[in-house]
């Protein structure tokens, strides 16, 4: 039987609480075996100028999880043509591991332009997608498709933007991130002004 593997997409600029949250929750309360964070390396809507260099990005994930056997960090889209595409990626990661089964974890704000994303209809025929909450954001709003599937999970109101902002205020939000990343923020001066 396939392992049903959950994907999860983002900068993680930096990875924080809610991200870990979200994760253990989909592994722990849905069908999945395994949630494997995946880093993007450039995400054409985003501002580039407070993106940390992807190194680091993947290094405070692998000190976010640690050793724990139910997540694994991917750089699979850094090597990969950029702007990366989930159905891309989707496919190279289904094509590498024929044993396992890939399930897109995304938030309710990727909904209102999932319609523009790349062969979009092509992601849904052949992939489940894993729907959580994001604050502002109502899911009963959307058309409901048989491969998209909402998931209860906490509302988690932190953001990564908000976390570099207080960090660039001098704001101490220790208790938002994994105690090791924000020792690796510290020492390395990282969204200080």
Known sequence: MKQKTGLFFGSFN??????????AYMREFTDLDQVWFVVSP???LKDKSS?????HR???LKTAIENDPAFKVSDIEFKMPK??????TLTWLSEKYPERDFVLIAGTDILDSFHKWKN???????????????PGFDAGKYTRHSSIKFIDAPLMEISSSFIRN???KGKDV????PPRVWEYIKEMHFYEK
């Open 14 to 23: 930096p990875v924080h609480t809610g991200h870990m949250i979200v994760a």
């Open 42 to 44: 450039q995400n054409p």
């Open 51 to 55: 993106l940390l260099p992807d190194h």
């Open 58 to 60: 993947l290094m405070l």
């Open 83 to 88: 702007p990366s595409y989930t159905i891309d």
């Open 120 to 134: 979009y209809q092509v992601l849904l025929e052949y992939y489940s997608v894993y729907i959580y909450s994001r």
């Open 166 to 168: 207080a960090i660039s």
């Open 174 to 177: 220790r208790y938002m991130l």
